[in-house]
């Protein structure tokens, strides 16, 4: 009987063991994959903002030109 249930114990240590270190390795697991993420985020806040600076470069130097003729053309005129 004594040999049952020492076997019983030394078994159920062995299995919590085995699954603090599941535990752990699927934290390790977690704490990577969310690394992963906030480094695919960051790379797509990046390009995304790339993309919006090369598509309002060009506007916002048409405007910045627009801007320049119309102070031109009102500096023209007061001279008029």
């Keep these: 009987m004594?040999?049952?249930?020492t076997a019983l114990l030394i078994t159920s240590l062995l299995v919590l063991a085995g699954c603090d270190q599941a535990e752990k390795?699927?934290?390790q697991l977690m704490g990577k994959?969310?690394?992963?993420a906030k480094q695919a985020i960051d790379d797509t806040h990046k390009a995304a903002e790339q993309a919006l600076s090369d598509a309002t470069g060009g506007l916002s130097g048409k405007k910045e030109s627009t801007e320049k003729d119309e102070e031109k053309s009102e500096?023209?005129?007061?001279?008029?």
């Design 2 to 5: 004594k040999l049952k249930a």
């Design 25 to 27: 390795s699927a934290q």
């Design 33 to 36: 994959a969310a690394e992963s």
């Design 75 to 80: 500096s023209s005129s007061q001279e008029i």
